[in-house]
């Protein structure tokens, strides 16, 4: 296969016509880079990396997630397979074992679980509650609004339409016999390849390819339970208010006096905890969710002081939850020996499909208006980029970078704006307490200086 990376500083994202409604012309997708991978059918797969926010807060590894992905080849090195759990459909891409190669994944009845394959990657579109804008935004607004939810590396791709629609036969045979919404999903895409022309959502002008966002994905993390609690489906947001972390971030009471004390190894896991529950609630706020309670997870991470620099240094545990009680393994806690340092867990958000086109839960519930506790980084980052809104460039942006409609900006507009109302309210009458940013409780700290206009 022929591998061709093209690199541009100019994004022009143009919708032309088609069926009604509007496709995308992916000749004009430039992003920061485009790499092309050519299919068996002679079809020249795209793949773009968004542009960047200016000033936002990106990761050092995520230029790097950004190539990985880009670099993935659906036909080289590794397996695709359709996804028949959760919700919506989508295409996984699975690391080849030794028992598995390649070729023998991409033949397989797609049982993932019995290959023991681990997934690298998913592939989705717009379909059921899963919207490609969603996606690719979800990343890009994580890192503006300082890297609140560590949300998953995501980027344009695009498929084949003959090969995805090898995948979707395979998919609709498997769940024949389900009436669940992923089942419904993909019998959806089934009636899209029989006319593509009516799914301009779907395909590119040229009916050739599918379009959507291909995300890293996160491994070894954990369901959050402690956050989203347990329970059905339609009371899940309802579950998620009077769970204890959120209880905590909707408290009129200090940090301090909800924990008892403000000594760092003591506060850490309180403290990142209810900052990642308002960070989430802000987010998924200003992205219009509908699908977040059960789609919360976690993965464990070392804090410690630096004896040297007297700053938060952050690592990777290995530890586990056993029984309800952290399991840490003893040569990490060999290594931690000497300085002050906690294990804690640490909020991944790593399913973002279903914003914008369903219904804005965390409005419908009026969860920002209850949030009593924020991070005033996140606070910070947030008014600034809610000024950004009125200016066309940021329109321009949005729309050429994460594929947004008009109807999809104006949702951004009046969430961020009806955000920045409640947060500026309830920071004047002296109820929202800037607590939660875990620099604050160094030993020697000085209290910060917190004003709500910025």
């Known amino acids: 296969m022929r591998l061709v990376a093209v690199c541009s500083s100019a994004v022009i994202s143009v ?33 773009v990396v968004p542009k960047k926010w200016p000033g936002a807060a990106y990761r050092s590894e995520d230029t790097g997630k950004e190539s990985t992905l880009c670099g993935y080849d659906f036909y080289r090195f590794v397996g695709i397979c359709p996804k028949y759990n959760s ?37 989705k579109q717009t379909i059921t509650c899963s919207y490609t804008p969603s996606i690719l935004a979800y990343y890009h607004m994580s890192r ?22 090898q995948l979707t036969t395979k998919a609709v045979h498997a769940l024949r016999d389900s009436t669940d919404t992923i089942a419904e999903g993909w019998r959806k895409l089934g009636q899209m390849h029989l006319n593509p022309g009516a799914f301009p959502q779907l395909v590119d002008s040229t009916l050739t390819q599918l379009y959507g966002g291909l ?50 190894t003591r506060v850490a896991q309180d403290v990142i905890q209810m900052k990642d529950v308002a960070d989430m609630v ?20 070392w804090y410690s002081i630096n004896p040297s620099t ?45 914003g914008f086109i369903k219904d804005n839960m965390m409005r419908a519930f009026s969860v920002l208006e209850k949030v009593r506790h924020m991070s005033y980084l996140t606070y910070r980052y947030f008014m600034a980029f809610e000024k950004s809104l009125a200016h066309p460039a940021t329109k321009d ?58």
Request: aromatic residues 8%; hydrophobic residues 35%; contains cysteine.
């Open 282 to 301: 802000l987010i998924d706020t200003l992205m219009n969710q509908q699908d977040r309670i059960g789609n919360i997870h976690y993965k464990f991470y």
């Open 144 to 165: 503006i609004l300082g890297g609140v939810g560590r949300v998953p590396v995501a980027v344009i791709r695009t498929m084949d339409l003959n090969v995805h629609n």
């Open 215 to 264: 995300s890293d994905n996160v491994k070894n993390e954990e369901i959050y339970y402690d956050v989203s609690g347990r329970g059905s489906y339609n009371s899940r947001y309802q579950r998620f208010l009077k769970q204890k972390p959120f209880l905590k971030v909707a408290s009129s009471k200090t940090v301090a006096q909800l924990v008892g004390s403000t000594e760092f």
């Open 87 to 123: 919700t919506n459909p989508g295409v996984l891409l699975l690391a080849p074992n030794a028992k598995y190669d390649k070729e023998a994944i991409d033949a397989s009845d797609c049982n993932v679980k019995k290959m023991g394959v681990k997934t690298e990657a998913k592939f």
């Open 310 to 354: 007297h700053r938060i240094e952050r690592s990777k545990s290995d530890a586990e939850l056993v029984e309800g009680q952290i399991v840490v393994p003893a040569e990490e806690k060999r290594q931690m020996a000497g300085r002050p340092a906690v294990v804690l867990k640490e909020m991944v958000l790593k399913d973002n499909d279903c």
């Open 15 to 47: 919708l032309v016509s088609f069926s009604s409604a509007l496709a995308i012309d992916l000749a004009n997708l430039k992003g920061e880079t485009r790499t092309e991978h050519l299919s068996p059918y002679g079809v020249r797969e795209l793949c």
């Open 397 to 454: 942006y949005f729309k050429t970078e994460m594929l947004f409609t008009d109807k999809d900006y104006r949702s951004l507009q009046d969430n961020a704006r009806k955000a920045k109302e409640i947060l500026t309210g309830t920071c004047r009458t002296g109820q929202l307490k800037f607590d939660l940013d875990l620099e604050t409780y160094l030993p020697g700290a000085r209290p910060p200086v917190t004003p709500c206009n910025i």
